[in-house]
């Protein structure tokens, strides 16, 4: 399976993480799922997670968005989203996801949004 | 005029990029949209997943087949596993309040939103048998 790939960078005290390539089973939701893990150990309780380089998504990668929103929730942070696809936006609405996520396409406006 | 393309692959995650290209050659030749063919693309990648994890439970060496049947005007495609069967009738509905934050269990509901017919079954000679249809649209 194709990597996905994850670089971090900060804004203020808001962690965007880049993602390039698949969320699918196996190593792309793991990749995930450690990135935002790590963040949360790290103290960085605002994460954004900037998807406008996300070629392909399945229903677990899906579901690995879903847990990461939940992870960061539990640990007292935020989670947003930045640049859906079309496809993952596509994904999100027919299951109803949509009205979870706080979701944006400018940067600015998302690192702003951050209590 | 029926065409069919059959491959077998090891239920080894490695091997669904294998079908996926196939999936991609089969729409692109039948001419569907660019959006019928991605999600169609997406509803062959679950039902192989469901298969090599559920149905198969991982076992490397029990067999996936995968079985594309194109007609002028409709692709429909077979996927088996080789286990003790799955019974899709039980599962809960993702976008059930009580189910929405689940982490899985939304590969069958995106199967059956993107295909035109989806069915599942039990094979006469063991495993399980999905049978996903998507009829051409004037595209």
Same mark, same amino acid.
């Given at each position: 399976?194709?990597?996905?790939?994850?670089?971090?960078? $900060?804004?203020?005290?808001?962690?965007?993480?880049?993602?390039?390539?698949?969320?699918?089973?196996?190593?792309?939701?793991? $990749?995930?799922?450690?990135?935002?893990?790590? $963040?949360?150990?790290?103290?960085?309780?605002?994460?954004?997670?900037?998807?406008?380089?996300?070629?392909?998504?399945?229903?677990?990668?899906?579901?690995?968005?879903?847990?990461?929103?939940?992870?960061?929730?539990?640990?007292?942070?935020?989670?947003?989203?930045?640049?859906?696809?079309?496809?993952?936006?596509?994904?999100?609405?027919?299951?109803?996801?949509?009205?979870?996520?706080?979701?944006?396409?400018?940067?600015?406006?998302?690192?702003?949004?951050?209590? | 005029?029926?065409?069919?393309?059959?491959?077998?692959?090891?239920?080894?995650?490695?091997?669904?990029?294998?079908?996926?290209?196939?999936?991609?050659?089969?729409?692109?030749?039948?001419?569907?949209?660019?959006?019928?063919?991605?999600?169609?693309?997406?509803?062959?990648?679950?039902?192989?997943?469901?298969?090599?994890?559920?149905?198969?439970?991982?076992?490397?060496?029990?067999?996936?087949?995968?079985?594309?049947?194109?007609?002028?005007?409709?692709?429909?495609?077979?996927?088996?596993?080789?286990?003790?069967?799955?019974?899709?009738?039980?599962?809960?509905?993702?976008?059930?309040?009580?189910?929405?934050?689940?982490?899985?269990?939304?590969?069958?509901?995106?199967?059956?939103?993107?295909?035109?017919?989806?069915?599942?079954?039990?094979?006469?000679?063991?495993?399980?048998?999905?049978?996903?249809?998507?009829?051409?649209?004037?595209?």
């Amino acid at each position: 399976m194709a990597n996905l790939n994850i670089k971090d960078r $900060q804004t203020n005290d808001v962690t965007i993480l880049d993602l390039s390539g698949k969320i699918t089973i196996g190593e792309g939701s793991v $990749q995930l799922r450690e990135a935002v893990r790590r $963040q949360l150990d790290e103290g960085h309780k605002k994460i954004l997670l900037n998807l406008g380089d996300v070629s392909y998504v399945d229903s677990s990668g899906i579901g690995e968005l879903v847990s990461s929103y939940t992870t960061t929730n539990h640990n007292g942070g935020q989670l947003k989203l930045l640049n859906q696809t079309k496809k993952i936006h596509d994904l999100l609405t027919i299951t109803k996801l949509l009205t979870v996520f706080e979701s944006f396409d400018n940067e600015e406006a998302a690192v702003a949004s951050f209590k | 005029m029926t065409e069919t393309i059959e491959l077998s692959i090891n239920s080894k995650l490695e091997f669904v990029d294998l079908v996926a290209s196939v999936t991609k050659s089969v729409t692109a030749k039948m001419g569907f949209s660019e959006d019928d063919a991605s999600w169609i693309e997406l509803a062959v990648h679950e039902a192989v997943i469901n298969a090599i994890m559920h149905g198969n439970r991982n076992a490397a060496d029990k067999q996936v087949d995968v079985r594309f049947v194109t007609e002028e005007e409709a692709l429909t495609v077979y996927v088996r596993d080789h286990g003790a069967g799955f019974d899709p009738a039980h599962l809960p509905d993702p976008t059930d309040s009580d189910h929405l934050l689940n982490p899985s269990g939304r590969g069958i509901f995106y199967m059956r939103t993107f295909m035109d017919e989806v069915e599942h079954s039990i094979h006469p000679e063991g495993g399980s048998v999905v049978r996903m249809k998507k009829n051409k649209r004037g595209n």
